[in-house]
């Protein structure tokens, strides 16, 4: 579960980028995030991550009081979330089996039971025939996906992606907003930032708009309309 | 922690290395010149001092002991000197050894114009080496103060320069030594801060995936440690390899007084542990605080 109370978070330079913002997303929830450029849908999930902290107000993510977590809480409440950027954030050096177990890895997790999970994870978004690829032999849409298989890959209760098709053609986002879906159906709850309405017009889901700081709409069933 | 994360963080420290491996050769490179420059200026000066000590060697004093000094005196002056700190070693001179030694050097002619009993001209005494020069005026007054001694013969102006010189020597090499250190310092840090940095994106993308501090700093001292070994082992054999060639050369070439002094070199298996052990004992030191220092800053995401 997500609970927002009353968060604001004014940035050092005085930028006001959330204002007053409650928020409630239940476990097993599928939501997107809408709103126009600057209206601090990113900086709703940095405070979710625990990337920046809220200036008042307090967050509440899977059991964890986010706004009050010390230092070496942190790892494990990320590890209880996956987490899709728009830059994809994948290691260069890496190959795309490395990238994805690579967040096992850091997590303590056996050398048998990644040899399991992965190829498992990779095949689940498609990519099971280009494991042993290095990432700048990818395009941009594998890149997603890659992203999308290393938050998998620990078998997150909560998947959160901010702009996961900002750099990919229509078809493909569809596919990537697709395969969450399915995630979604088995329990995962999926939070996804997007500034494509076309594509939130495709699924029937909630969706909540930001605008100016602040949550102005939170439609249950926007695809309805 | 687990035998599998174990083996992970040592790969993925070597993995690190190769995948960057312009700026390892480079941070190796940096460390063996700084290690080859610093273990030369310890070496210098570590056989200019074995010089400076074989003329200190050379010098002795001479205690005169008196006309009326008898087989009692010598024995209580022996056992004085013997009592002395700073007396290195002595060597009692009968009258007929001083006799010998004066004859070596001054001609027969003036030998024969001395009276029928040449050796009752010569006093008893005892030739002495001190372990430490700089404190030799303090030595001959204590000596001199012996019952049954007359007087002693010191090479005091020697002893000064030769004091002096080897101040000099400690002085500079570990001023030359600390330079080098500090500039040692200053430029691997620096390579660690640029290794580090280019690898930034890497660490933030280990701090959203749950990786704990630890975890993240080790491959960076497993490469840390690896660096400094293999800078360690190469500025070693460097150092080995061009001493002992230098040392051969020096002494083939010399002849003379000169040949004299360089037999004093100091052989490169007499200081080879202690430098290796540094060599070690610094360059993985270097290795793991810095990236300790360095990735610090990069993991408060
Ligand atoms: N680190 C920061 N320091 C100062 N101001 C910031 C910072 N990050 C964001 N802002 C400001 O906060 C406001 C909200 O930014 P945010 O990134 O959350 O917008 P967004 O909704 O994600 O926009 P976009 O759709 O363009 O990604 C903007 O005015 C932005 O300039
Ligand atoms: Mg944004």
Same mark, same amino acid.
């Given at each position: 579960?997500?609970?927002?109370?009353?968060?604001?978070?004014?940035?050092?330079?005085?930028?006001?980028?959330?204002?007053?913002?409650?928020? *409630?997303?239940?476990?097993?929830?599928?939501?997107?995030? %809408?709103?126009? #450029?600057?209206?601090?849908?990113?900086?709703?999930?940095?405070?979710?991550?625990?990337?920046?902290?809220?200036?008042?107000?307090?967050?509440?993510?899977?059991?964890?009081?986010?706004?009050?977590?010390?230092?070496?809480?942190?790892?494990?409440?990320?590890? #209880?979330?996956?987490?899709?950027?728009?830059?994809?954030?994948?290691?260069?050096?890496?190959?795309?089996?490395?990238?994805?177990?690579?967040?096992?890895?850091?997590?303590?997790?056996?050398?048998?039971?990644?040899?399991?999970?992965?190829?498992?994870?990779?095949?689940?978004?498609?990519?099971?025939?280009?494991?042993?690829?290095?990432?700048?032999?990818?395009?941009?849409?594998?890149?997603?996906?890659?992203?999308?298989?290393?938050?998998?890959?620990?078998?997150?209760?909560?998947?959160?992606?901010? *702009?996961?098709?900002?750099?990919?053609?229509?078809?493909?986002?569809?596919?990537? %907003?697709?395969?969450?879906? *399915?995630?979604?159906?088995?329990?995962?709850?999926?939070?996804?930032?997007?500034?494509?309405?076309?594509?939130?017009?495709?699924?029937?889901?909630?969706?909540?708009?930001?605008?100016?700081?602040?949550?102005?709409?939170?439609?249950?069933?926007?695809?309805?309309? | 922690?687990?035998?599998?994360?174990?083996?992970?963080?040592?790969?993925?420290?070597?993995?690190?290395?190769?995948?960057?491996?312009?700026?390892?050769?480079?941070?190796?490179?940096?460390?063996?010149?700084?290690?080859?420059?610093?273990?030369?200026?310890?070496?210098?000066?570590?056989?200019?001092?074995?010089?400076?000590?074989?003329?200190?060697?050379?010098?002795?004093?001479?205690?005169?002991?008196?006309?009326?000094?008898?087989?009692?005196?010598?024995?209580?002056?022996?056992?004085?000197?013997?009592?002395?700190?700073?007396?290195?070693?002595?060597?009692?001179?009968?009258?007929?050894?001083?006799?010998?030694?004066?004859?070596?050097?001054?001609?027969?002619?003036?030998?024969?114009?001395?009276?029928?009993?040449?050796?009752?001209?010569?006093?008893?005494?005892?030739?002495?080496?001190?372990?430490?020069?700089?404190?030799?005026?303090?030595?001959?007054?204590?000596?001199?103060?012996?019952?049954?001694?007359?007087?002693?013969?010191?090479?005091?102006?020697?002893?000064?320069?030769?004091?002096?010189?080897?101040?000099?020597?400690?002085?500079?090499?570990?001023?030359?030594?600390?330079?080098?250190?500090?500039?040692?310092?200053?430029?691997?840090?620096?390579?660690?801060?640029?290794?580090?940095?280019?690898?930034?994106?890497?660490?933030?993308?280990?701090?959203?995936?749950?990786?704990?501090?630890?975890?993240?700093?080790?491959?960076?001292?497993?490469?840390?440690?690896?660096?400094?070994?293999?800078?360690?082992?190469?500025?070693?054999?460097?150092?080995?390899?061009?001493?002992?060639?230098?040392?051969?050369?020096?002494?083939?070439?010399?002849?003379?007084?000169?040949?004299?002094?360089?037999?004093?070199?100091?052989?490169?298996?007499?200081?080879?542990?202690?430098?290796?052990?540094?060599?070690?004992?610094?360059?993985?030191?270097?290795?793991?605080?810095?990236?300790?220092?360095?990735?610090?800053?990069?993991?408060?995401?």
């Amino acid at each position: 579960m997500i609970r927002f109370s009353n968060v604001s978070k004014t940035y050092d330079n005085g930028t006001e980028a959330l204002k007053n913002v409650d928020l *409630e997303i239940a476990d097993g929830e599928f939501v997107f995030i %809408v709103g126009a #450029s600057g209206a601090g849908k990113s900086t709703l999930i940095k405070l979710l991550l625990r990337e920046e902290v809220p200036s008042s107000g307090a967050i509440e993510v899977n059991g964890y009081t986010v706004n009050r977590l010390k230092r070496r809480q942190i790892p494990g409440f990320r590890r #209880s979330l996956g987490v899709v950027f728009q830059d994809f954030r994948l290691i260069p050096t890496m190959n795309v089996y490395d990238n994805v177990a690579f967040a096992l890895r850091v997590t303590n997790v056996s050398t048998r039971d990644i040899r399991r999970r992965v190829p498992y994870i990779l095949s689940l978004v498609g990519l099971a025939s280009k494991a042993r690829c290095k990432m700048n032999e990818l395009s941009g849409g594998e890149q997603q996906r890659v992203a999308l298989a290393r938050a998998l890959v620990n078998n997150p209760k909560l998947i959160i992606a901010d *702009e996961p098709t900002g750099n990919i053609d229509p078809e493909l986002s569809y596919e990537i %907003v697709d395969l969450l879906n *399915e995630i979604n159906k088995v329990g995962t709850t999926v939070v996804m930032v997007t500034h494509e309405h076309d594509l939130v017009a495709q699924f029937n889901r909630r969706v909540i708009t930001i605008d100016n700081g602040s949550v102005v709409a939170d439609d249950a069933d926007w695809g309805q309309r | 922690m687990k035998g599998s994360s174990f083996t992970y963080l040592l790969k993925e420290g070597a993995r690190n290395i190769w995948v960057n491996r312009m700026m390892s050769l480079a941070s190796v490179g940096i460390l063996v010149s700084c290690m080859l420059l610093i273990g030369s200026a310890i070496l210098l000066s570590i056989n200019l001092n074995g010089m400076v000590s074989y003329v200190e060697n050379q010098n002795e004093m001479v205690a005169f002991l008196e006309d009326t000094a008898d087989d009692n005196v010598v024995a209580s002056v022996e056992a004085a000197l013997a009592q002395n700190s700073n007396v290195d070693s002595f060597a009692f001179v009968s009258r007929e050894e001083a006799l010998e030694r004066y004859s070596e050097v001054v001609p027969e002619s003036l030998l024969e114009s001395l009276q029928e009993d040449k050796e009752e001209v010569f006093p008893l005494s005892f030739r002495i080496t001190l372990k430490d020069l700089s404190q030799i005026k303090e030595t001959t007054a204590r000596i001199e103060s012996i019952p049954g001694v007359m007087r002693v013969n010191a090479p005091t102006n020697v002893a000064e320069t030769v004091t002096g010189i080897k101040r000099a020597v400690y002085i500079c090499g570990s001023g030359i030594v600390v330079i080098l250190l500090a500039v040692t310092l200053i430029i691997i840090a620096n390579t660690i801060k640029v290794t580090v940095f280019n690898r930034r994106k890497e660490i933030n993308i280990m701090k959203f995936v749950g990786a704990t501090d630890l975890f993240i700093r080790m491959p960076f001292v497993v490469e840390g440690i690896l660096l400094g070994v293999i800078s360690a082992c190469a500025a070693y054999l460097l150092l080995w390899g061009g001493y002992t060639y230098l040392m051969d050369y020096v002494q083939t070439q010399a002849a003379g007084t000169l040949s004299a002094f360089l037999k004093n070199l100091v052989p490169f298996s007499q200081v080879a542990r202690q430098l290796l052990a540094s060599f070690l004992v610094g360059g993985v030191a270097i290795g793991v605080f810095g990236s300790m220092i360095f990735v610090r800053k990069h993991l408060k995401v």
